[in-house]
């Protein structure tokens, strides 16, 4: 069975930093690409970051900020997110897309907050 479990949503404050974990069951890791999608309230969920087939790629508003990177051993993708601003609450997803389909986690709250 297929699972996507994110963690290490919070409550930093503006400019603090946050790490995001989501770890995979179900399918072969290594042969997915990987992104990461925000949801702010009331909004549309909107791509922040991937790694698609080795390639790392960026929302424009957060690059240089955040980084994405994978552990294939422990089928774990991070999302290290520095620096961060208020707009960037939201609920983040975690995302795998393969030739098995498009699998989504349910999703990890952050709210930026002084």
């Known amino acids: 069975q297929v699972q996507l479990l994110e963690s290490g949503g919070g409550l930093p404050q503006p400019g603090g930093s946050l790490r995001l974990s989501c770890v995979v069951w179900g399918f072969t890791f290594c042969e997915y690409s990987m992104r990461w999608y925000r949801q702010a309230p009331g909004k549309e969920r909107e791509l922040v970051a991937g790694?698609?087939?080795?390639?790392?790629t960026y929302a424009d508003a957060v690059k240089g900020r955040f980084t994405i990177y994978r552990n294939n051993a422990k089928n774990t993708v991070i999302l290290q997110m520095n620096d961060l601003k208020s707009e960037e609450t939201g609920v983040y997803f975690c995302?795998?897309?393969?030739?098995?389909?498009?699998?989504w986690g349910r999703g990890t709250q952050v709210t930026v907050s002084s």
């Open positions: 790694d698609v087939e080795g390639r790392t």
């Open positions: 995302d795998a897309w393969g030739t098995g389909g498009n699998y």
